[in-house]
């Protein structure tokens, strides 16, 4: 099959990259700071609820002139003091929902559902925008490309310069995908969370026989990050020797947030290089991201003409990350926004120089600015120390043989304290106490807990009868 985006749209395409390539990272983020002060002045203007935020956090309601009254005076708003507290129709432009196209739910994960409330318009942007990323990361304007939407039900992919298959959860429906039409395609790019493209992999391999290795297959995990033992262990099953190779085969994360937009952060094939580059060197790894962990956070690039990123001191271990949508075409405008989600910002600059410091040039060829996630930023809490579920994700993928008889579904629980790990063995396997004392010992690499570790067969893991994959798992 070939390519069917216009020539007009591959040109637009080119034009919007080049200008993220060539623009100094200083003025991006600049035109990130006028777009913030535009927003917060159009939603003074246009939404009724936001004007009550004000006035109940006691902030005048007059329009703004610097990124410092921006900061001072827009509210920190969240799914409860928006969603939990606001009828829809008055978060919305003009205090209504005329021109909705499109409804998006959130996971539920916190009790509390939020929503993404989009437009025709919107949904074009949000086209133009992820077949921009596609472009960057794979070429589709060059190869044809079967995107598959493995995401869970609800979750829409928009892109107008692919071929879209829609599955949501159902894996039988990818293995006929990618049997059927792999062989139609240059390329497959496989979009869903970590743990199903996990069963996906390996049992598209152990039970329906494809190999991956031949094919040209590129995977994107989202709904949470993943573990960089992961990407590890998953290349390996598909004969991907290089990880971060510029045109080649790929295995990255995107976050999104339902409310917000699917695609906020993103890997790229620089951020991983300089991730794995840190998870295997602790004094890289505390240069860069500015703490001592032993765990490498996601490390993402961001778009600053798409959103206004800052953090706040929360009291925890790390700042939370604040996000504004900066888009006039934002049905439901949300201004500094806290997702739940926390990490840290970095600039351009400061990460190539850090790097380099360390004997490593690398020069990305996006003058973006970085962020790491964490995550939620929540830990199970023992004697010698917290424990993580980001810390229990890399010791599951540290052996490849360990990793191979799990599910990637854990849960974390506190009935001592030392604490409690249990895990979901896959259909049929199971772990030698040899493998478990190993665990133990990959545990220490990312944590100072030693926990008592308890494994279940699948059908009968304590905390789920039957994975579905439509909903996040809960760690702790």
């Given at each position: 099959?070939?390519?069917?985006?216009?020539?007009?749209?591959?040109?637009?395409?080119?034009?919007?990259?080049?200008?993220?390539?060539?623009?100094?990272?200083?003025?991006?983020?600049?035109?990130?700071?006028?777009?913030?002060?535009?927003?917060?002045?159009?939603?003074?203007?246009?939404?009724?609820?936001?004007?009550?935020?004000?006035?109940?956090?006691?902030?005048?309601?007059?329009?703004?002139?610097?990124?410092?009254?921006?900061?001072?005076?827009?509210?920190?708003?969240?799914?409860?003091?928006?969603?939990?507290?606001?009828?829809?129709?008055?978060?919305?432009?003009d205090g209504n929902l005329e021109g909705v196209r499109s409804l998006l739910t959130s996971?539920?994960?916190?009790?509390?559902?939020?929503?993404?409330?989009?437009?025709?318009?919107?949904?074009?942007?949000?086209?133009?925008?992820?077949?921009?990323?596609?472009?960057?990361?794979?070429?589709?304007?060059?190869?044809?490309?079967?995107?598959?939407?493995?995401?869970?039900?609800?979750?829409?992919?928009?892109?107008?310069?692919?071929?879209?298959?829609?599955?949501?959860?159902?894996?039988?429906?990818?293995?006929?995908?990618?049997?059927?039409?792999?062989?139609?395609?240059?390329?497959?790019?496989?979009?869903?969370?970590?743990?199903?493209?996990?069963?996906?992999?390996?049992?598209?391999?152990?039970?329906?026989?494809?190999?991956?290795?031949?094919?040209?297959?590129?995977?994107?995990?989202?709904?949470?990050?993943?573990?960089?033992?992961?990407?590890?262990?998953?290349?390996?099953?598909?004969?991907?020797?290089?990880?971060?190779?510029?045109?080649?085969?790929?295995?990255?994360?995107?976050?999104?947030?339902?409310?917000?937009?699917?695609?906020?952060?993103?890997?790229?094939?620089?951020?991983?290089?300089?991730?794995?580059?840190?998870?295997?060197?602790?004094?890289?790894?505390?240069?860069?991201?500015?703490?001592?962990?032993?765990?490498?956070?996601?490390?993402?690039?961001?778009?600053?003409?798409?959103?206004?990123?800052?953090?706040?001191?929360?009291?925890?271990?790390?700042?939370?990350?604040?996000?504004?949508?900066l888009s006039p075409e934002m049905k439901l405008p949300l201004l500094r926004y806290c997702?739940?989600?926390?990490?840290?910002?970095?600039?351009?600059?400061?990460?190539?120089?850090?790097?380099?410091?360390?004997?490593?040039?690398?020069?990305?060829?996006?003058?973006?600015?970085?962020?790491?996630?964490?995550?939620?930023?929540?830990?199970l809490p023992t004697t010698t120390g917290p424990l993580y579920p980001e810390a229990v994700?890399?010791?599951?993928?540290?052996?490849?043989?360990?990793?191979?008889?799990?599910?990637?579904?854990?849960?974390?629980?506190?009935?001592?304290?030392?604490?409690?790990?249990?895990?979901?063995?896959?259909?049929?396997?199971?772990?030698?106490?040899?493998?478990?004392?190993?665990?133990?010992?990959?545990?220490?690499?990312?944590?100072?807990?030693?926990?008592?570790?308890?494994?279940?067969?699948?059908?009968?893991?304590?905390?789920?009868?039957?994975?579905?994959?439509?909903?996040?798992?809960?760690?702790?």
């Amino acid at each position: 099959m070939k390519t069917f985006a216009s020539d007009q749209d591959k040109a637009a395409r080119r034009a919007f990259l080049d200008s993220l390539c060539q623009t100094a990272p200083a003025e991006l983020l600049k035109q990130s700071e006028m777009d913030a002060i535009t927003a917060f002045n159009r939603a003074l203007q246009t939404v009724p609820a936001y004007v009550k935020q004000l006035q109940q956090h006691g902030q005048p309601t007059t329009p703004i002139e610097s990124i410092g009254q921006f900061v001072a005076r827009a509210p920190l708003l969240n799914k409860h003091n928006t969603f939990g507290q606001y009828a829809i129709h008055d978060l919305c432009v003009d205090g209504n929902l005329e021109g909705v196209r499109s409804l998006l739910t959130s996971s539920g994960h916190s009790g509390v559902f939020s929503f993404g409330v989009n437009t025709a318009t919107n949904l074009e942007n949000s086209s133009k925008s992820i077949d921009a990323g596609l472009q960057y990361l794979f070429n589709i304007d060059e190869l044809s490309t079967l995107v598959i939407n493995a995401l869970p039900m609800g979750v829409k992919v928009h892109t107008r310069a692919t071929v879209l298959a829609e599955t949501s959860v159902r894996d039988d429906m990818v293995f006929a995908l990618v049997q059927r039409f792999a062989g139609e395609f240059d390329q497959i790019v496989m979009i869903g969370e970590g743990s199903f493209i996990k069963r996906i992999i390996e049992d598209g391999q152990e039970r329906h026989g494809i190999d991956w290795s031949k094919l040209r297959v590129h995977l994107v995990t989202g709904e949470e990050g993943i573990a960089e033992n992961y990407r590890t262990y998953i290349g390996q099953l598909m004969g991907i020797e290089q990880l971060d190779q510029p045109g080649g085969r790929l295995i990255m994360s995107s976050m999104g947030v339902a409310e917000l937009d699917l695609n906020i952060f993103h890997e790229t094939p620089h951020t991983i290089t300089m991730r794995r580059l840190a998870h295997q060197d602790p004094s890289l790894r505390k240069a860069l991201f500015g703490v001592d962990t032993p765990f490498c956070p996601m490390f993402f690039m961001y778009y600053p003409h798409r959103c206004y990123v800052e953090t706040r001191d929360a009291g925890t271990s790390w700042p939370e990350v604040v996000i504004s949508m900066l888009s006039p075409e934002m049905k439901l405008p949300l201004l500094r926004y806290c997702s739940g989600d926390y990490g840290n910002i970095f600039q351009h600059e400061t990460v190539l120089s850090v790097l380099q410091q360390h004997g490593h040039t690398i020069t990305p060829d996006l003058k973006l600015p970085f962020i790491t996630v964490y995550g939620r930023g929540k830990a199970l809490p023992t004697t010698t120390g917290p424990l993580y579920p980001e810390a229990v994700k890399e010791a599951i993928y540290a052996d490849s043989t360990i990793a191979a008889a799990l599910t990637g579904n854990f849960r974390l629980s506190a009935p001592n304290t030392s604490g409690r790990l249990d895990l979901q063995l896959r259909h049929g396997k199971q772990l030698s106490s040899k493998q478990l004392d190993n665990l133990h010992g990959h545990l220490l690499t990312y944590a100072r807990a030693k926990p008592d570790i308890v494994t279940h067969p699948y059908a009968t893991f304590p905390y789920c009868m039957e994975i579905d994959f439509e909903r996040k798992f809960a760690y702790l």
